[in-house]
């Protein structure tokens, strides 16, 4: 078990008072067997009302409404969690799911289903194209080890600010990229070959990150008989392990930012935003 302290500021400035309409905040990792919240604490300025409740997919989302207009939105989170995570690769497939290609046990394919279907569907045959010349096939988890090297060894990753991802066509033709459209290319790939997958938005303990000036990081899970949800991060090429604290699960990948909301301003007002992510080991 190692203890781990997750600190995430995010910080609007604009140039006059605004109405800041609700915001969504899915900044609380999600718990389970492997990962316990031992502390939480959330500052947010200006004064503000907040609601929890689970989503669709059971993650942690916070409502926040404002009390009054402001120049500023600040949100402050900082969080302490021990986490549990089993070595990446200490678990086994169910014998059906041992060869590519396997149908999903009958059982959970109504659940699975909606993790099959393409979001980006006309692009499938630009995403089939690529992998054919992958050559993928025969054992499962050696597909997928060889699907999320490939994409962290053929392209060139690139940090974007803005909004949303790339499409996989997009991010096949340009070979960059961020962690975000890596894992939606991985996922779609994966969709194409009758896989279930799903997109994590959530925290990275690496160097960089215990630094500080950090960002949120994304990867991809994809759901395997007898193992479950497992985790790949293309944009590292590796098995993710408990230096991956997932925060939000989404089956579209647009679908869980950290910090989501309006406001209503003058036409000609912008906002500054910054973000810093800390996560530190604790003794």
């Known amino acids: 078990m190692q203890r781990l302290r997750i600190k995430h500021l995010t910080e609007y400035l604009f140039p006059t008072h605004v109405t800041l309409n609700p915001h969504r905040l899915l900044l609380r990792p999600r718990e389970g067997h492997d990962v316990r919240i031992e502390t939480s604490k ?33 949100i402050a989170s900082e969080v302490i969690i021990q986490h549990y995570g089993q070595a990446p690769f200490d678990f086994l497939l169910e014998d059906y799911a041992v060869n590519f290609p396997f149908i999903y046990a009958e059982g959970e ?14 692009e499938q045959p630009i995403i089939n194209a690529w992998l054919k010349q992958l050559g993928l096939g025969g ?21 974007r600010e803005e909004a949303g991802v790339q499409t996989p066509a997009q991010t096949l033709a340009q070979r960059s990229g961020s962690c975000r459209d890596y894992a939606t290319l991985f996922i779609e790939a994966c969709r194409n070959l009758g896989l279930a997958g799903r997109f994590v938005s959530g925290y990275l303990h690496a160097p960089a990150t215990e630094a500080g000036n950090a960002t949120t990081h994304a990867w991809a899970e994809i759901y395997l008989p007898g193992t479950g949800w497992k985790g790949f991060d293309p944009t590292s090429g590796v098995v993710t392990g408990n230096q991956h604290i997932a925060v939000a699960v989404a089956r579209d990948p647009e679908a ?17 935003l910054r973000v810093n992510v800390q996560v530190n080991l604790l003794t």
Do not use: C, M
């Open 256 to 272: 869980v930012p950290p910090v989501a909301g309006s406001f209503i301003g003058a036409s000609t007002v912008t906002a500054s």
């Open 139 to 159: 054992d499962t988890f050696a597909l997928l080890v060889k699907l999320n090297q490939a994409i962290s060894n053929q392209f060139r990753y690139q940090s």
């Open 42 to 74: 959330l500052e947010i300025s200006p004064a503000y009302t907040i609601k929890w409740r689970r989503d669709v997919f059971d993650n942690s989302l916070a409502i926040v409404n404002f009390q009054a207009p402001s120049n500023k939105l600040i």
């Open 109 to 122: 394919q109504v659940v699975l289903a909606a993790f099959q279907q393409p979001i980006f569907i006309n």
